[in-house]
């Protein structure tokens, strides 16, 4: 396995964990969130729009969060599967037209 390959593999592989920790993040704030919605239930109406419409931009905010960190996954799997493609075929002697640039 070429080193340029396994450095972009370790890259990846930090967002992905920078990416899972801010979802973790993201999702103790929105239990903090709904603590507080409770609290603020009795007190102030206005209040508890206020922490809805927060709580919906972070769980937009999460989400976006968590299909990046599924779209870096998955392009891992493809570039394993493709290395391991790759190894089999010259195992077999056999290969497959690679354009380069």
Do not use: H
């Amino acid at each position: 396995v070429p080193v340029d390959q396994v450095i972009k593999i370790e890259e990846s592989y930090k967002r992905v964990v920078a990416f899972e920790k801010a979802v973790k993040s993201w999702k103790n704030t929105v239990v903090q969130c709904v603590w507080q919605e409770t609290m603020d239930q009795r007190r102030n109406p206005y209040a508890i729009l206020k922490m809805q419409d927060t709580e919906e931009q972070e769980m937009a905010m999460a989400n976006k969060q968590l299909l990046i960190v599924r779209q870096a996954a998955l392009n891992q799997l493809f570039e394993k599967e493709q290395r391991q493609y790759q190894q089999e075929l010259n195992q077999m002697g056999k290969s497959f037209y690679v354009e380069r640039l």
